[in-house]
């Protein structure tokens, strides 16, 4: 604890922002999983993250960004390090043109709802998908035949050494629910090039989306989304289900019943009660169909995968 509360009283000294120690993950991940940050922290703005880059670096201590944790799994054991939640630091959005501009805090959904206002149509299709710009970026998020990296212009982001650097599209190599974006960069802003369109066509458009997912997704129960990659020309749900595993159950993570590629916390899961639902499924499908299921989902404080 004291090596703890000495990170803490260093960091207050360099960052303006809200600083938590031992903070729960539970709070800050779509699961509702996830044992305590040593660190947690809200950084103000661009310069301060920068600031508490530059102390990562300087003291030698692990680093993660996070936002709304909705594509992450924490171990029970929690994370020895910062965790840097950037919602408050990148949150603005505008436009110019048929550009719109976006901090990396916002969330995806209202990224879509500023743009469909302004009659900028191209993101409708991502509606839904819950998180924000940053890990959609990351993770180049997909759906209905878009990917978020159809439409980038470019990204701002603050480097290993807590620097500015501004990539172009055509430097970012991206494909599927994959980009070379490092995991030690902190994305901060990104650029859209989107088309002129009919709000209103564009609001029926997403409705339709949106009750799409409402009726093929267990969003009644807390989940990270899609928990496997999509395999070469097959989908994860299929082989799962096929594999006979909708409705697998360890302690409170099970596969559920309305899409086999989502695990769900029935009530009180433990990412290890995850982990091993995820391994179950990864070896059954194995067994039957000898595709090795890859996680979508981001681990973070396990030894295994």
């Given amino acids: 604890m004291h090596e703890k509360a000495h990170m803490f009283q260093s960091l207050k000294k360099v960052s303006r922002g809200t600083i938590c120690i031992d903070e729960p993950m539970s709070k800050h991940t779509s699961y509702q999983i996830g044992g305590p940050a040593d660190i947690f922290i809200w950084p103000e703005d661009q310069e ?7 102390f990562c670096n300087r003291e030698g201590i692990p680093r993660f960004v996070i936002g709304n944790g909705t594509n992450l799994l924490v171990s029970d054991r929690g994370y020895r390090g910062v965790m840097i939640n950037v919602t408050k630091a990148f949150s603005k959005v505008s436009c110019k043109g048929n550009v719109v501009t976006t901090g990396t805090g916002v969330t995806l959904n209202h990224l879509i709802e500023y743009s469909t206002e302004m009659g900028l149509s191209g993101l409708e299709g ?14 180049n998020a997909g759906a209905f035949g878009l990917e978020i990296m159809d439409r980038v212009i470019a ?8 620097l500015v650097e501004i990539r172009k599209r055509n430097e970012i190599d991206a494909g599927y629910r994959r980009t070379n974006l490092m995991k030690t960069d902190i994305l901060i802003e990104a650029q859209f090039m989107l088309d002129e369109g009919n709000p209103k066509v564009m609001q029926t458009y997403e409705e339709n989306i949106l009750k799409q997912r409402r009726e093929k997704q267990p969003l009644s129960l807390p989940s990270a989304g899609s928990v496997f990659k999509r395999p070469p020309n ?4 299929r082989l799962i289900e096929e594999a006979g595993c909708k409705g697998l159950r360890i302690g409170d993570a099970m596969v559920s019943r309305k899409h086999a590629n989502f695990i769900v916390n029935c009530h009180l899961a433990t990412s290890s ?5 995820i391994e179950e499924v ?3 499908v194995y067994q039957q169909f000898q595709v090795t299921l890859e996680p979508e989902i981001h681990l973070l404080g396990f030894d295994t995968i």
């Fill in 126 to 139: 991502l509606i839904g998908i819950p998180g924000q710009v940053g890990g959609a970026l990351m993770l």
């Fill in 282 to 284: 990864q070896e059954r």
């Fill in 234 to 237: 097959d989908y994860a749900g």
């Fill in 155 to 162: 990204v701002r982001f603050l480097n290993s050494d807590g």
């Fill in 48 to 54: 301060d993250t920068a600031a508490v880059i530059n």
């Fill in 273 to 277: 009660d995850v982990l091993r639902v």
